[in-house]
């Protein structure tokens, strides 16, 4: 091979990455249309008034944009004989979120260490055991779960409900933690063990470093099924621990009484803000090897 | 009107000398939007006036269906809610479970028998015992027309069946719309019931939707229901598929469609868009004879403390009340349940609602409606819903269908 | 002590987790499995009747289309899921400028309440209001997508709405996996001049596969448990034409008080799922060990 021909297949090949780098970010964009479009009719609908919803094309742009659903949806649409919005209803949510995300997490953390990187005997039937679990389906638990917490006590209250969060939340942290942790190879812990590092020990100082992409995935999860959970929420708090699940309902799925469309939408994109924001915060942990190469080479 | 005076003077009196404590309640409902809220809001209200402390728990969506799951949650945790909106043949279902409290010291102080419709209040009644207070009666057979397409095509409102298959051909043949419709199964177990109330005739639609009786289920005259139906789903636009009653009502609103049948909760609807009864839009009762009600009540659950039963015993009173019964109902597009509220401040529907109901109450035509839950219990109310909307949305035939619905209810006992 | 402490910590750490999925997942199916053999109504009872409640639920063809749709929709959806997901973290793993914005808008959907998000959905899909209304208006009169009103093909629209709420959370799985995939092979493999998609199919989805198992495992809970969706996009219909187990076993357990029912139904639903995960699970976790 000669210079030359080295130098115009490169170019030729620098010409191809240039267009397959815009064919790249124009299918990035049309999916991006396609996520986008529900948002799209929720936020316009959101800024209409409701006379306009009533006599106008539903998919259409807004004539006049006016924030006044936006208003009411946080502080002043009616939940019940309260009509202060969801804003009261949103401190339960995060006092029920955060505690049952950080503890699931943590626990799914240790298990999928333990299920990877110390197989005992029967530790395989274990896991196996506790994915079935995220297969119940959740109506099935609500009336046994009723009484369980009336026995414990907890009945309506906000550990009752991180309560019931946490356990139905188990199967699936084991699993993203394990899945991850079984491709980090069995020598690094070899290793570890060797040089005098306990159970831990080698948990705190290696693998939790290593484990930011699957915490961020772990956290994502998590967090959206607490937050949007509707049927542990309605069933298992009374007047007082409602989550804001319950309220955004509540604004939405009026039975016999006049729609707002705009509130509604305008309430459920407020009542989301909380997960994206988790969305946009925890991704910018999600930066390839962070950490992992000081491991791996 | 004077044995009503002296009732809640006793009643008061009885409130006053058996309980001390400070009455309280936490009260599950599922009346969350705007007017509605409004309404139980008077209720808070009163109860509040007379020393009271409210806890709302309010749960709304799918006609109660989400409230009704808390509510098992609840009862099964020993935590239930002091006083439950719950209406038709529940009420009994759950004073079988045995967790209803027995309300008759304040209905009887109260004189509940002489101001309630007989049939209404027979569903306040558990083996002979008051177990719930009714708040409302909202009529389902209810024809809502948009007056300027009917006058533009030279229509009046039709009193026959057959007088309103003639009436859509008309509109149909002008390009309008001739009935809004929403495809959700409720709904289409509303129109059902309307054309089954019409053909059937009230003694045939007792003995098919509160007796379920197998030869009426069968009969010829139940084919004729689903043929009406099937004639029915052609005078409904093709993209109605799954949507909301108030859609369906705000294309009869803007002239799009001319009909809907739907229950006076659509009042409400027109009135929010400030449109006028009798100028802008029609309301008469379907087709046929008779009136079916969905009534709306509260049961009160056994619940320990003296200040949760004085609570009890005080909502109860309210509830019934004369004050309450009707500003509840001005917010909320029904009738009273209590037959001597006067109505002056009410609207022209309502007055018809009104008077149609007394007169059916006299004739033996005031029906439960099956749709809304009040004639059957919800396993033979459901299985019906099923045979409804299956056959509504699919090209089953009457026979198929009248088959389909024996074997379902034979199914669901 | 001490020793015997260090030998069994990992099963100490393990047990409480697991103690709890026992009593809450596996004491309640047996609870569910008593509850079917009863007549129960309105609340739980105990007094086995046998197997009424099974002849019921085979009586019922509204549970007939609820069987069939579970394959359908399951189906479907977690195939095209998975490979959209796949497909979207390989584009958003080629050191994208603006990753962190464009991973954020395939998320958000997850984060929207269903309860709000079908109805906009089913504006969209609604022919009068939505796409074909609009298409037409640009002048393809003919461009008919009436899915959501077709009683046979309704079941798709479900797929559509379930898959735009949940591929972007198993792009974030497979996103999370690729990051896993240690950076020193694939400079190694591009140095030798092997092709970037032979490196994805030779080496990087090969080493993913747990991350499959996650996706998988995922994606079947959705399937079953798609709940919000059916009820918020068609209600169950046209008729019942878009019913799944989840929403029949709803209905029955709350809406129409016939919890012996429900249990039936949950028990049947519980079996398929068994018949179609336990093998997947064996064929993954043995290859694991070996």
Same mark, same amino acid.
């Not at chain 1, 910018?284 to 950490?291: H, N, P, S, V």
């Not at chain 3, 309440?113 to 709000?116: A, G, K, Q």
């Not at chain 3, 209600?235 to 799944?244: E, I, M, N, S, V």
């Given at each position: 091979m000669t210079d030359i021909s080295m130098t115009s297949a490169q170019s030729q090949s620098q010409t191809g990455k240039i267009v397959l780098r815009w064919l790249l970010y124009i299918a990035l964009g049309l999916f991006a249309l396609f996520y986008l479009m529900p948002l799209f009719v929720m936020i316009t609908t959101s800024l209409k008034s409701l006379d306009e919803i009533r006599?106008?094309?539903?998919?259409?742009?807004?004539r006049e944009v006016t924030f006044d659903a936006w208003r009411t949806a946080w502080?002043?649409?009616?939940? %019940?004989?309260?009509?202060? %919005?969801v804003r009261p209803y949103f401190w339960n949510s995060i006092l029920i979120a955060i505690p049952a995300v950080a503890i699931s997490t943590l626990l799914g953390a240790m298990n999928g260490y333990v299920v990877a990187q110390?197989?005992?005997? %029967?530790a395989n039937i274990i896991f196996s055991l506790m994915l079935f679990g995220?297969?119940?389906?959740f109506q099935v638990v609500l009336l046994p779960m009723a009484r369980t917490l009336g026995i414990m006590g907890i009945a309506g209250t906000i550990p009752g409900l991180i309560f019931v969060h946490v356990i139905y939340g188990l199967g699936f942290t084991t699993l993203f933690f394990r899945n991850y942790y079984?491709?980090?190879?069995?020598e690094l812990t070899k290793a570890a063990k060797v040089d005098g590092a306990g159970f831990f020990r080698i948990f705190w100082s290696i693998f939790l470093p290593l484990s930011l992409p699957i915490i961020v995935v772990t956290v994502i999860w998590q967090f959206t099924q607490i937050w949007n959970d509707f049927l542990f929420g309605v069933s298992f708090s009374q007047a007082g621990t409602q989550p804001v699940t319950v309220a955004l309902n509540n604004i939405v799925n009026s039975t016999t009484g006049v729609k707002e469309y705009n509130v509604d939408m305008a309430a459920a994109i407020i009542a989301a803000l909380p997960t994206l924001f988790v969305y946009v915060v925890a991704g910018?942990?999600?930066?390839?090897?962070?950490?992992a190469g000081s491991v791996k080479g | 009107m004077k044995s009503v005076f002296f009732g809640a003077v006793s009643a008061t009196a009885l409130i006053a000398s058996a309980v001390h404590a400070e009455p309280q309640a936490e009260v599950l409902h599922w009346?969350?939007?705007?007017g509605e809220a409004k309404s139980v809001a008077v209720l808070q209200e009163e109860f509040a006036s007379k020393g009271g402390t409210w806890t709302d728990m309010p749960v709304a969506g799918g006609g109660g269906d989400a409230a009704m799951t808390a509510l098992r949650a609840r009862v099964l945790s020993g935590?239930?809610?002091?006083?439950v909106q719950l209406k038709g043949p529940a009420i009994q279902e759950w004073y079988e479970e045995g967790v209803l409290a027995d309300i008759s010291a304040v209905a009887e102080a109260q004189g509940w028998a002489d101001v309630l419709p007989a049939s209404i209040a027979g569903h306040m009644k558990c083996e002979g015992t008051w177990c719930a207070a009714p708040v409302n009666v909202h009529r389902v057979d209810w024809i809502w027309a948009n007056a300027d397409v009917l006058e533009a095509n030279g229509i009046?409102?039709?009193?026959t069946w057959d007088e309103f298959n003639a009436a859509a051909d008309k509109l149909a043949a002008a390009g309008v719309i001739p009935l809004a419709h929403g495809g959700q199964a409720w709904q289409d177990a509303t129109v059902f019931e309307a054309v089954a109330l019409g053909i059937l005739g009230p003694d045939g639609f007792r003995k098919a939707f509160?007796?379920?009786d197998m030869d009426t289920l069968k009969s010829d005259e139940m084919k004729a229901v689903f043929d009406q139906m099937r004639t029915m789903r052609g005078y409904v636009?093709?993209?109605?598929?799954?949507?909301d009653w108030n859609l369906a009502t705000a294309m009869v609103m803007n002239g799009e469609a001319a009909f809907q049948i739907m229950g006076d909760w659509a009042k409400g609807e027109f009135m929010a868009a400030g449109k006028v009864p009798g100028e802008d839009f029609l309301c008469a009762s379907v087709p046929g004879d008779g009136f079916l009600y969905n009534v709306d009540s509260f049961a009160m659950f056994n619940v320990d403390g003296d200040d949760k039963k004085a609570g009890q015993d005080l909502l109860a009173e309210l509830i019934v009340g004369q004050n309450f019964q009707k500003v509840f109902n001005l917010n909320k597009g029904s009738i009273p349940?209590?037959?001597?509220?006067?109505?002056?401040?009410?609207?022209s529907c309502a007055h018809l609602s009104a008077k149609d109901m007394s007169e059916s109450s006299d004739n033996g035509s005031l029906l439960p409606s099956y749709a809304h839950g009040m004639a059957l219990r919800g396993a033979q109310s459901g299985a019906i819903t099923d045979v409804v909307t299956a056959h509504f949305n699919s090209d089953m035939s009457s026979d198929e269908a009248v088959n389909m619905l024996a074997d379902a209810v034979a199914n669901s006992m | 002590m001490t020793k015997w402490l260090e030998e069994n910590t990992p099963k100490l750490v393990l047990a409480p987790s697991f103690i709890a999925v026992l009593i809450f997942v596996y004491g309640f199916i047996a609870w569910t499995a008593w509850v079917s053999f009863t007549r129960s109504r309105l609340l739980p009872r105990y007094d086995i009747e046998g197997l009424i409640q099974y002849e019921r639920l085979f009586a019922s063809p509204r549970w007939d289309t609820a069987l069939n749709n579970l394959f359908v929709f399951g189906i479907l959806f977690i195939l095209i899921a998975m490979v959209l997901g796949l497909i979207l973290a390989i584009l958003l793993?080629?050191?994208?400028?603006t990753e962190g914005a464009i991973r954020t808008i395939y998320l958000y959907p997850m984060a929207l309440?269903?309860?709000?998000t079908g109805t906009a959905w089913k504006w969209i899909l609604n022919p009068g209001l939505g796409v074909e209304a609009m298409v037409r208006g640009w /002048?393809?009169?003919?461009?008919?997508?009436?899915w959501l009103v077709n009683p046979d093909m309704a079941i798709y629209t479900v797929v559509i709405a379930a898959i735009w709420q949940s591929s972007g959370f198993v792009m974030a799985l497979f996103l999370a996996g690729l990051r896993s995939v240690d950076g020193e092979i694939i400079k190694a493999a591009q140095v030798d001049g092997i092709p970037t998609w032979r490196i994805y199919t030779a080496i990087i989805i090969p080493s993913m596969a747990p991350i499959f198992l996650s996706a998988f495992i995922v994606l079947s809970h959705l399937a079953i448990k798609s709940f919000d969706l059916v009820i918020a996009l068609t /209600?169950? /219909?046209? /008729?019942?034409?878009?019913?799944?187990p989840a929403t029949y076993m709803y209905a029955m357990a709350f809406?129409?008080?016939?919890i012996g029912q429900a249990a039936s139904s949950a028990m049947i639903m519980m079996m398929v799922v068994f018949a179609i995960v336990v093998p997947y699970l064996y064929s993954e976790l043995r290859s694991k060990d070996d």
């Open positions: 006599t106008g094309d539903l998919i259409a742009l807004p502080s002043g649409a009616c939940t %019940g004989i309260q009509c202060e %919005g110390w197989r005992f005997r %029967g995220c297969f119940i389906p079984v491709t980090i190879p069995a910018k942990y999600f930066i390839r090897g962070l950490t | 009346w969350t939007s705007g935590n239930a809610p002091t006083a009046e409102m039709p009193t509160v007796d379920l636009d093709e993209n109605f598929s799954g949507r349940a209590r037959i001597d509220v006067p109505l002056d401040e009410f609207d | 793993d080629q050191n994208i400028r309440s269903m309860i709000v /002048g393809f009169e003919s461009f008919t997508f009436d /209600g169950g /219909g046209p /008729g019942y034409a878009t019913d799944l809406s129409r008080g016939d």
